[in-house]
């Protein structure tokens, strides 16, 4: 397996992951009532997998590796996606301050969920597309062939500070049921 094969299965999983955020936006646009514990567990998806594993997994590994490759890797299409991850990460702290909160969501409460939510799974949509039709070619085409085990297993290593990957798959396996049959 190539490293970027790993890094596309993640995308599929944050898609997903979207997938059954957009169906709680698109709840609270109507005014219905949004489950606080549903979106802990998609928030703690988007910290635990997507924040601490797979941003990490691009951004201290594979940037690393290309920069050693003689890639440019302050280029401005590297920047961006840093810059970009930082975005996510701020808007999922902002989602998690509306799971956490313990009083009933005023209509602001709701309105902010509903912007930010958006601003998120916006800013993710075009992220993964643009590394699919950029970085990701970039990275088969010049990760060294010698190098691949290499990276394949400081992927492993990071796989351990993240919430586990089957508990993961069946978190948002359960949330895909709910939300979206
Ligand atoms: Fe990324
Ligand atoms: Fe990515």
């Not at 890639?71 to 998690?96: C, F, G, K, P």
Request: aromatic letters at 6%; one cysteine or more.
């Amino acid at each position: 397996m190539h490293p970027v094969d790993v890094l596309q299965q993640e995308h599929d999983f944050i898609e997903r992951l979207c997938a059954v955020l957009s169906k709680l936006v698109e709840a609270a646009r109507r005014k219905e009532p949004v489950s606080r514990e549903a979106l802990e567990r998609i928030i703690a998806l988007f910290r635990e997998r997507v924040d601490l594993v797979h941003h990490e997994k691009e951004e201290t590994v594979l940037f690393d590796e290309l920069g050693r490759a003689g890639v440019n890797w302050t280029s401005d299409a590297m920047t961006r996606i840093r810059t970009e991850h930082q975005q996510e990460r701020y808007l999922i702290r902002s989602l998690r301050h509306s799971a956490l909160q313990q009083e009933e969501w005023t209509e602001s409460d709701r309105q902010s969920f509903v912007s930010i939510g958006a601003e998120l799974l916006e800013l993710q949509h075009r992220h993964l597309e643009q590394e699919q039709a950029h970085l990701f070619p970039l990275a088969r085409d010049r990760l060294p062939a010698g190098r691949v085990d290499a990276v394949l297993l400081d992927f492993e290593k990071l796989e351990r500070q993240g919430m586990d990957c089957a508990v993961a798959a069946s978190t948002l396996e359960a949330l895909e049921r709910q939300y979206l049959s």
